[in-house]
T-cell receptor, first 113, second 112 residues
Framework: ETGVTQSPTHLIKTRGQQVTLRCSSQ?????VSWYQQALGQGPQFIFQ???????GRGNFPPRFSGLQFPNYSSELNVNALELDDSALYLC????????????FGQGTRLTVV | GESVGLHLPTLSVQEGDNSIINCAYS??????FIWYKQESGKGPQFIID?????DKRQGQRVTVLLNKTVKHLSLQIAATQPGDSAVYFC???????????FGTGTSLTVIP
């Protein structure tokens, strides 16, 4: 176990709805990154939060947004869901230093119908 | 853009044999690399990492080799076991960056 927990584990939403996914980082980690993993693909970077500030963003539209709280837990929000948003959403926490490993949670499986 | 790819999408090995999974990356600014194992329905699990100032690093039953000249790294698993069956990803990060770039993955199947 990595100590990174995500909720919920599975979720089904309708196209056009909004969704919030949650992540609790490993104790002592102040950096949380979110990734989207489509079926049969490697994870794709969405964005990273470091000490409650966004610290980098991948090639995802603005309807993907996030938050990090003082306890370093994080939320990923997706508005106006599209069918292609169906994927496994992964949260990874790290200590934020250069060249440090990132530990992943089990992910949230989002299905948009 | 960044490109991290794997040479073989699938690999089957006999239990007890050694496995070698290869990965190519394209960004010469990448200086930190991680191998992850992902089992079905689970998140990626850290296996081993290597920094660009090294060319080899060993763990328990695993060895990672890095060849910066040809931008290639490999994961060697000794005495492969059925529990090693999973998808393996290499990921890299640049010194100035904050995101990992993942390849598509190699599916390893261990035949008992």
């Amino acid at each position: 176990e990595t100590g990174v927990t995500q909720s919920p584990t599975h979720l089904i939403k309708t196209r056009g709805q909004q969704v919030t996914l949650r992540c609790s980082s490993q104790s002592g980690h102040n950096t949380v990154s979110w990734y989207q993993q489509a079926l049969g693909q490697g994870p794709q970077f969405i964005f990273q939060y470091y000490r409650e500030e966004e610290n980098g963003r991948g090639n995802f539209p603005p309807r993907f947004s996030g938050l990090q709280f003082p306890n370093y837990s994080s939320e990923l929000n997706v508005n106006a869901l599209e069918l292609d948003d169906s994927a496994l959403y992964l949260c990874a926490s790290s200590s934020g230093g250069a060249n440090t490993e990132a530990f992943f949670g089990q992910g949230t499986r989002l299905t948009v119908v | 853009g960044e490109s991290v790819g794997l040479h073989l999408p699938t690999l089957s090995v006999q239990e007890g044999d050694n496995s070698i999974i290869n990965c190519a990356y394209s960004n010469s600014a990448s200086d930190y690399f991680i191998w992850y194992k992902q089992e079905s329905g689970k998140g990626p699990q850290f296996i081993i990492d290597i920094r660009s100032n090294m060319d080899k690093r060993q763990g328990q039953r695993v060895t990672v080799l890095l060849n910066k000249t040809v931008k290639h790294l490999s994961l060697q698993i000794a005495a492969t076991q059925p529990g090693d069956s999973a998808v393996y990803f290499c990921a890299d990060r640049q010194w100035t960056g904050n995101q990992f770039y993942f390849g598509t993955g190699t599916s390893l199947t261990v035949i008992p």
